[in-house]
């Protein structure tokens, strides 16, 4: 999965979160999307599913602690309901 996040218009200091599924060569866009009051919820979000953004457990300063986009995520189900996603059972 790669994830997409974007200002909310809605909510200042909100963000969207959308996704892609990557299968193979094509990318079907998910009709799915999280909102999250701030970022410090979509990074919990993140850790709550397992997915840490830093490396070996260390913050890289050079890098935003934000989903990468350009990132293929390998999630489960289960993540994906952390992450805020309305995912059936």
Same mark, same amino acid.
């Given at each position: 999965? !790669?994830? #997409?996040? @974007?200002?909310?218009?809605?909510?200042? /200091?909100? +963000? =969207?979160?959308? &996704?892609?599924?990557?299968?193979?060569?094509?990318?079907?866009?998910?009709?799915?999307?999280?909102?999250?009051?701030? !970022?410090? #919820?979509? @990074?919990?979000?993140?850790?709550?599913? /397992?997915? +840490? =953004?830093?490396? &070996?457990?260390?913050?890289?300063?050079?890098?935003?602690?934000?989903?990468?986009?350009?990132?293929?995520?390998?999630?489960?189900?289960?993540?994906?309901?952390?992450?805020?996603?309305?995912?059936?059972?």
């Amino acid at each position: 999965m !790669k994830f #997409k996040t @974007q200002p909310d218009p809605e909510h200042p /200091g909100g +963000y =969207l979160m959308r &996704f892609t599924r990557v299968i193979n060569i094509t990318h079907e866009e998910g009709a799915l999307q999280v909102r999250f009051p701030d !970022k410090v #919820k979509l @990074q919990g979000a993140f850790l709550k599913a /397992g997915l +840490y =953004l830093h490396s &070996f457990g260390h913050a890289d300063t050079g890098r935003d602690v934000m989903p990468d986009p350009n990132q293929d995520y390998e999630v489960t189900n289960e993540m994906m309901r952390d992450l805020g996603f309305d995912i059936p059972a």
